[in-house]
Nanobody, 125 residues
């Protein structure tokens, strides 16, 4: 059974940092494509970044080099490291996975088969 569990959210001041974790079970993170998304109240879910099964990374324009994605194969966990956080980064953050042999180098939510329950990030000014 595939499962994704996010953790690491919280409240920080602008300029601060957070590391979100996405612990996976039922598949191998190291050979899958992992994406991070967020949804703010009243807004649509948007893609933040992804790491493909081949290791390539793709980012949304708003990231502007502030975030990084990596994975720990031994822990079967993916991470989103966020620095220089801004109040507009406040949202519920989700990780998602494409686990099939065919995958898409994409930040479109519809390309991802499995989702976690989300973790809240709040950035105060």
């Amino acid at each position: 059974q595939v499962r994704l569990v996010e953790s690491g959210g919280g409240s920080v001041q602008a300029g601060g940092s957070l590391r979100l974790s996405c612990a996976a079970s039922g598949f191998t993170v190291g050979t899958s494509s992992m994406g991070w998304f967020r949804q703010a109240p009243g807004k649509e879910r948007e893609g933040i970044g992804m790491i493909g099964a081949d290791g390539r990374r793709k980012w949304a324009d708003f990231v502007q080099g502030r975030f990084s994605i990596f994975r720990d194969n031994a822990k079967n966990t993916a991470y989103l490291e966020m620095n220089s956080l801004k109040p507009e980064d406040t949202a519920m953050y989700y990780c998602a996975a494409q686990i099939g042999r065919t995958w898409y180098f994409s930040l479109e939510a519809s390309r991802y088969e499995f989702w976690g329950q989300g973790t809240q990030v709040t950035v105060s000014s």
